[in-house]
């Protein structure tokens, strides 16, 4: 026993001579997506590539962690009169092919996304009539008429160099260029010479895996060490594991709508689907992960608004409005793959209304084409608020399909007096006056019933012990934003 103590006392002093060496900075983040980059294009306006791109390219103006404005290839900005902006840029940026930035990348690459065939910003930008270089760091944007979300608007504009056109080679000013791509694989390297904070990682792997099961084994075996889109059901076993799972509102509200041309033209017949309804679709389906609402915004965001009541079951109510409507009411419901037992629930709860209701799957593709052509009895429709603001929704599916408003208006809704209190708010920059305006259209389309909101869903992220990582309001998974711990 006391050699044994001898032995254990020598051993430790013999330890503590030992040069300790100092731990490992790991050389590389992996972080996984359910969907694959499909456009290596600035253009793109998709969430699924911006997730990827938002790692290399920047963009005028950001949003925080928590979706307040913050700076980024502009320092500072602000508006000279109701219709003209300026924004000064920073200075000493350079992209990551050496070359430095300036204010006539900015003027080209707003212009492009404005006018370019390829591009899908351009409806998002139509209300910029011109921009302008005043200096090398220095911009003016001229606007048609008033624009309160100009600034949500330019966060979503790529700045790439002047007269650069091959979009399929990403050349950027952000933390992380392209190291090399792969299928469903893409490796970026840290860009030593970036303005700001330098990344932790010097590599990011960034990697597609559909399959559920292969993403739950991906993280489980610390193959990857931040993953996106955790499937419900896997979540306890990930906790068992450690890793952490956190959830965090989507912005986007999932509803169903009516079609005013057919059958639903009779607003009885939505009032008895709007009572007829169960409101537990949250509770029954999201296996925690979905919040009930009781309005097309999602909860928190400019327009969301605390005054509006509560949608409440109420069968019997539900029946004296279908009992309005003379004869048989035999509707199509039509959703996307996936939502089949939402929509037999669907089926059930109107079944209690005397309304008869065949349900109709497509793929994703085939059903939006359906929706947007107006040949849908009503829909599950879901809508997220990538500009933070119900207007978006509000200028995009309620407003009359005029111009370039309305052009997810399958609902063929159409009234005068709401037209003109989006184009209002559309306009308005005292940020008071355009609540009560918003608050006023959310009123008036749930009174009209052009719809039944459901809920709003949750994004689940997997993140493992090794590493630290704040959620964004955005979604978005930034490499430069991920360190490592005890290091």
């Given at each position: 026993m006391k050699f044994f103590r001898i032995l254990l006392l020598f051993t430790l002093l013999l330890s503590s001579c030992i040069p300790q060496q100092k731990a490992q900075i790991p050389e590389k983040i992996s972080i996984a997506y359910a969907e694959p980059l499909t456009s290596f294009s600035p253009l793109d306006y998709s969430a699924n590539n911006r997730k990827y791109l938002s790692n290399i390219y920047e963009t005028l103006v950001r949003y925080?962690?928590?979706?307040?404005?913050?700076?980024?290839?502009?320092?500072?900005?602000?508006?000279?009169?109701?219709?003209?902006?300026?924004?000064?840029?920073?200075?000493?940026?350079?992209?990551?092919?050496?070359?430095?930035?300036?204010?006539?990348?900015?003027v080209y690459s707003i212009t492009t996304a404005m006018t370019d065939n390829s591009s899908q910003l351009k409806s998002l930008l139509n209300n910029i009539d011109k921009i302008e270089k005043v200096d090398d760091y220095k911009v003016r944007i001229f606007t048609k008429s008033p624009d309160p979300l100009l600034l949500n608007k330019l966060v979503n504009v790529y700045i790439f160099q002047s007269n650069y056109t091959d979009f399929n080679t990403p050349i950027g000013t952000g933390p992380y260029y392209i190291k090399s791509s792969e299928s469903a694989n893409i490796t970026l390297e840290r860009f030593d010479s970036y303005w700001g904070p330098s990344p932790y990682y010097k590599e990011a792997f960034l990697t597609a895996i559909t399959d559920p099961e292969l993403r739950l084994s991906a993280i489980l075996s610390n193959e990857v060490q931040v993953l996106a889109n955790v499937p419900p059901q896997y979540v306890e076993e990930m906790e068992e594991s450690g890793v952490d799972v956190q959830d965090f509102p989507n912005l986007e509200v999932s509803s169903l709508m009516f079609n005013f041309i057919g059958i639903f033209s009779d607003k009885n017949l939505r009032e008895a689907v709007?009572?007829?309804?169960?409101?537990?679709?949250?509770?029954?389906?999201?296996?925690?992960?979905?919040?009930?609402?009781?309005?097309?915004?999602?909860?928190?965001?400019?327009?969301?608004?605390?005054?509006?009541?509560?949608?409440?079951?109420?069968?019997e109510t539900a029946i004296e409005f279908r009992s309005k409507y003379k004869g048989e009411v035999n509707v199509t419901l039509d959703v996307p793959t996936g939502l089949e037992k939402l929509a037999?629930?669907?089926?059930?709860?109107?079944?209690?209304?005397?309304?008869n209701v065949t349900v109709l799957?497509?793929?994703?593709?085939?059903?939006?084409?359906?929706?947007?052509?107006?040949?849908?009895?009503?829909?599950?429709?879901?809508?997220?608020?990538?500009?933070?603001?119900v207007s978006d929704f509000f200028e995009t599916v309620v407003h009359s399909q005029v111009g370039a408003y309305g052009s997810f208006n399958g609902m063929s809704y159409s009234d005068v007096d709401v037209d003109e209190y989006i184009d209002q708010a559309s306009q308005l920059l005292d940020v008071s006056e355009r609540q009560d305006v918003l608050a006023l259209i959310s009123k008036r389309i749930l009174e009209d019933r052009i719809g039944v909101p459901l809920f709003e869903s949750e994004l689940l992220y997997g993140i493992r012990p090794e590493v630290i990582w704040d959620i964004r309001l955005d979604g978005q998974i930034l490499a430069s934003e991920i360190v490592g711990k005890g290091v």
């Open positions: 925080d962690k928590t979706f307040d404005y913050d700076s980024s290839l502009a320092l500072s900005w602000g508006r000279f009169d109701d219709l003209t902006w300026e924004f000064r840029l920073r200075p000493e940026v350079i992209f990551q092919d050496g070359n430095s930035f300036d204010a006539e990348d900015v709007y009572y007829a309804l169960a409101t537990d679709y949250a509770e029954e389906f999201g296996s925690g992960y979905l919040l009930s609402t009781d309005q097309f915004s999602a909860s928190g965001m400019s327009g969301y608004s605390r005054k509006l009541t509560d949608r409440n079951q109420n069968v037999e629930k669907v089926k059930l709860d109107l079944a209690a209304a005397n309304i799957v497509s793929n994703p593709s085939y059903f939006q084409n359906k929706i947007l052509a107006g040949e849908s009895d009503f829909y599950f429709f879901g809508w997220k608020y990538d500009l933070a603001d």
